[in-house]
């Protein structure tokens, strides 16, 4: 996925138009999840500051419907050391909180890769494995949705 593209899905996941979690979906199984954020926070930034951008980016997110929580969570992932170098801890927060509600399998696979990379602060390595563990607790528990 180009420039362009990534620019695309981010207008349309901003738009919250109901084609975009399937692109988003495309966008960050090619390994292009962090121009997406990236490029949503370029946008977002046209109207505001950065906390500004964050915001709206985190509000774009937690829109999302269930059915995405992949997307919706992936893309968090990538916000959250973000929102913590703002000092957004109300984001990094919350962030942390939908994590804990989550029942998708691909999204605890994901957080223990990205748990696993090597510019990963510790706090934010052990943050994410615990959520993983959390979110296979829960799928262990009550399923996947």
């Given amino acids: 996925m180009g420039d362009p593209a990534v620019?695309?899905?981010?207008?349309?996941?901003?738009?919250?138009?109901?084609?975009?979690?399937?692109?988003?979906?495309?966008?960050?199984?090619?390994g292009h999840g962090g121009e997406l954020v990236a490029e949503m926070l370029r946008i977002g930034r046209k109207d505001s500051d950065d906390t500004g951008a964050v915001n709206r980016v985190m509000a774009c997110l937690e829109s999302l419907p269930d059915?995405?929580?992949?997307?919706?969570?992936?893309?968090?992932?990538?916000?959250?050391?973000?929102?913590?170098?703002?000092?957004?801890?109300?984001?990094?927060?919350a962030i942390l909180l939908w994590f804990a509600h989550g029942r998708s399998a691909e999204l605890a696979a994901a957080l223990r890769s990205i748990a696993a990379e090597p510019d990963v602060s510790v706090r934010r390595s052990q943050d994410y494995a615990h959520a993983a563990d959390v979110i296979e607790r829960r799928i262990a528990t009550l399923g996947t949705k």
């Fill in 67 to 93: 059915e995405v929580e992949f997307v919706r969570g992936y893309l968090m992932a990538l916000l959250d050391p973000i929102a913590s170098h703002l000092y957004m801890h109300d984001v990094s927060d």
């Fill in 7 to 30: 620019q695309t899905v981010a207008t349309l996941l901003l738009a919250r138009d109901g084609s975009a979690p399937r692109l988003a979906h495309d966008a960050i199984s090619t």
